[in-house]
């Protein structure tokens, strides 16, 4: 199967997963089958999870549970957390920082993340179309204290290699802007798509006028199997810039022994560690949410296990801050 097939087949209930998985269904007990946001798990993603473990932190990620719907679990959370609604300043830009625009360019992922802070987003009516593209590229001309676009989502690898060279074309005809951003978890999900023409694409549109950086999701170790680790390695080898973000989740990557081993599978793989997010509190994923207080501990500790550079920045976004907030101080 090409990458495009992959992406649009996989698992879409919890019973075909979980039987695949071969978990017993007495582990089945919190399971929600039912969800308004589905479950969508590709086949790849899946091959990476343990056999018989409802406890599996990759599956943890992606599994819909009844915690979700929990009044009680979910009661500080709401639907926007980081209140874009108000920084969407035209359908498909969200403008947030003041050098920067970041473009909702595809409304699709190939996977559901259960914590995803955009669960609730309206792609719909506010994701990027071909139609707007011409008018944001003129309002984007006109604001030239734009310095940095970020192709975001959904996840911006849904788009067909075309579509995203001539994205990137045309942004690179702007003289301001400096740095393109792509923003994604595709690759992590369906490493096949990290295909040779898309290398070839990023490799000949990133300039020393224009940089180009691809800042990956990977929550866990376990995620960066070999087939992704050498499409890495390769992709590293050949000039790409990789950055890792992580979501810091409770069951799935609360310990400074597992980010420890992220960040250095993560460098072995040519991927720098950039930032561990504080969970944002959406509705349904509160469940995944890590006390400030033992997050704190649990990064401070990591700076003492890792070289500086290994060490990814654990922040906060929080609407209407003018950068994300950094969440322990960097001087003790
Ligand atoms: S890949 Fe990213 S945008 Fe897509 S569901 Fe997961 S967290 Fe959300």
Redesign the pocket.
Known sequence: MNWQQQATSGFRNCSDLLDYLEIPNTDRSHVLEHHRFSMKVPLSFANRMNKNDIHCPLLKQVLPIAAENDGITQSQSVPDPLQEREFLTAPGVLHKFQNRFLVIASGY?P???RY?F??EFDYENSALSLADWNQRLNELKNTPDIEEVILS???PLTLSDRRLAMIINDLRQINSIKAIRIHT?FPVMIPDRLTDELLEIVRWKNTESVRITIVL?INHPNEINDELHKKLKHWNQSGVLFLNQSVLLKGVNDSVLTLKKLSYRCFESGVMPYYLHQLDRVSGAMHFEVPLSEGQKIASELRTQLPGYLVPLYVQEIPHAKSKVPLISMCN
């Open positions: 992922c996977v559901n993340c995803c955009r669960r989502g959904g996840d978890r999701h």
